[in-house]
């Protein structure tokens, strides 16, 4: 716990904090990898799913209520078994190959969303169907348990339904507070989340609580379509970091 380690884990958890804070884009799970980086890859899970936590709950009140329930609900029920795969693959399952998929959804996802908007896929217009929203929260439980890169998959079905910035937002929060929630019990079981990552994470508290109010102040200050553009960039880069990640 030196300089250097307050100086990339305070820059990493702050990310966090303004990317779960205001953009819901699922760029937070880089804080994990970045936390891996002066910390062991499993310790790093367990700093971060309490400061996930923090960060879910301190933005709850400014975006109660104004989620879409019903399709909060059914991501939420479908990652329910997701993180019971996690659970039972953390293990030994390839995390790599895992994130490779992940990132190509992302990024295919941003190419159909664009090409849908300039005309040239009529069909992109359309809203994912439930089946499909059922299989994003099946995927964003079990990505979320092995790697907190559970945003993607989120976002892939709660962006096509064309909410609004808030409404999207919303609906983001409330879905991995409860999706985190769901994963303290297996995390403490597998040894992951321990006291000395509660120790550590409550040293970088207040980064999460600083980076939570950064993304929710410039959430309300920023216009929708400077919104879904910024939420676009970052959904991009999430899906680049997962396909390098998964290729190296």
């Given at each position: 716990m030196d300089f250097a380690f307050f100086a990339i884990a305070g820059a990493a958890v702050t990310f966090a904090g303004i990317s779960k804070g205001g953009f819901g884009s699922g760029a937070a799970f880089a804080a994990a990898a970045i936390l891996a980086l002066v910390v062991e890859p499993a310790m790093a899970l367990g700093i971060m799913l309490p400061l996930l936590l923090l960060i879910d709950f301190a933005t709850l009140k400014p975006f109660w209520g104004r989620w879409c329930w019903a399709d909060a609900r059914l991501?939420?029920?479908?990652?329910?078994?997701?993180?019971?795969?996690?659970?039972?693959?953390?293990?030994?399952?390839?995390?790599?190959?895992?994130?490779?998929?992940i990132g190509a959804?992302?990024?295919?996802?941003?190419?159909?969303?664009?090409?849908?908007?300039?005309?040239?896929?009529?069909?992109?217009?359309?809203?994912?169907?439930?089946?499909?929203?059922?299989?994003?929260?099946?995927?964003?439980?079990?990505?979320?348990?092995?790697?907190?890169?559970?945003?993607?998959?989120?976002?892939?079905?709660?962006?096509?339904?064309?909410?609004?910035?808030t409404e999207y937002q919303a609906s983001t929060v409330l879905v991995f507070w409860l999706i985190n929630l769901a994963k303290l019990v297996p995390y403490g079981m597998m040894g992951i989340f321990t006291p000395e990552t509660l120790k550590l994470g409550l040293l970088l508290a207040p980064f999460a609580l600083l980076g939570a109010w950064l993304g929710v102040r410039a959430h309300f200050l920023m216009g929708e379509r400077l919104f879904f553009a910024l939420t676009y960039v970052l959904l991009s880069v999430t899906g680049v970091k997962l396909v390098w990640d998964g290729l190296s």
């Open positions: 991501l939420v029920l479908a990652a329910v078994p997701g993180v019971g795969l996690g659970a039972l693959f953390y293990a030994w399952a390839d995390a790599d190959s895992l994130r490779l998929l959804i992302a990024l295919l996802f941003v190419v159909w969303q664009m090409a849908g908007r300039a005309g040239l896929i009529p069909a992109a217009k359309r809203p994912i169907p439930a089946w499909g929203g059922a299989v994003a929260g099946l995927v964003a439980g079990f990505t979320s348990f092995i790697s907190h890169a559970g945003g993607p998959a989120a976002a892939v079905y709660l962006l096509s339904r064309s909410p609004s910035k």
